[in-house]
T-cell receptor
């Protein structure tokens, strides 16, 4: 157990729908990062939050949004889903400059 | 944006052999990290490197942070079947404040 909790583990939904992925960071970590991993691909950075504020943005689509709540958990919202959005979505948390990024087990999203 | 080139893309080796993989970047990184990912799981941190020239070991794994800060390598000695998985390098830049990942090296070990 990495200490980073992601729910749900699997999600199957239809095109055009909206889903919310949830991440609870490791205790004490203020930063949360979201990554997308398509089949047999590397991890693509989507967005980062630090203590409730957006800090960095990667190649995140306008249909996707995220937020971090006062209890530091984060949610990634994906709307108007397309088949190409099917992927593994990972959350990672980080506690400071000298601490590595710790990843959750991911949410596998399948859009049908 | 920053690009990380990781090679080789895949390796199929005999148990007991040593393995070497590397990453190069067009940009400088302040931290290099090496992760292993098993199927259906998240990446697990193997080694973190924080200083140019640093050489760090973790059991049979050894990694180095290149002196130019634009490259890193990972060696695995005496491979065993449980080393199978995908290995990712990742670089962190203080300016970008995020991790950039290489494309991964898929390692297969034949018993």
């Amino acid at each position: 157990d990495s200490g980073v909790t992601q729910t749900p583990k699997h999600l199957i939904t239809a095109t055009g729908q909206r889903v919310t992925l949830r991440c609870s960071p490791r205790s004490g970590d203020l930063s949360v990062y979201w990554y997308q991993q398509s089949l047999d691909q590397g991890l693509q950075f989507l967005i980062q939050y630090y203590n409730g504020e957006e800090r960095a943005k990667g190649n995140i689509l306008e249909r996707f949004s995220a937020q971090q709540f006062p209890d530091l958990h984060s949610e990634l919202n994906l709307s108007s889903l397309e088949l190409g959005d099917s992927a593994l979505y990972f959350c990672a948390s980080r506690g400071g400059a000298l601490r590595g990024y710790t990843f959750g087990s991911g949410t596998r999203l399948t859009v049908v | 944006g920053q690009q990380l080139n990781q090679s080789p893309q895949s390796m199929f080796i005999q148990e007991g052999e040593d393995v070497s993989m590397n990453c190069t970047s067009s940009s400088i990184f302040n931290t290099w990290l090496w992760y292993k990912q098993d199927p259906g799981e998240g990446p697990v941190l193997l080694i973190a490197l924080y200083k140019a020239g640093e050489l760090t070991s973790n059991g049979r794994l050894t990694a180095q942070f290149g002196i130019t800060r634009k490259d890193s390598f990972l060696n695995i000695s005496a491979s065993i079947p449980s080393d199978v998985g995908i290995y990712f390098c990742a670089g962190h830049s203080n300016a970008g404040n995020m991790l950039t990942f290489g494309g991964g090296t898929r390692l297969m070990v034949k018993p």
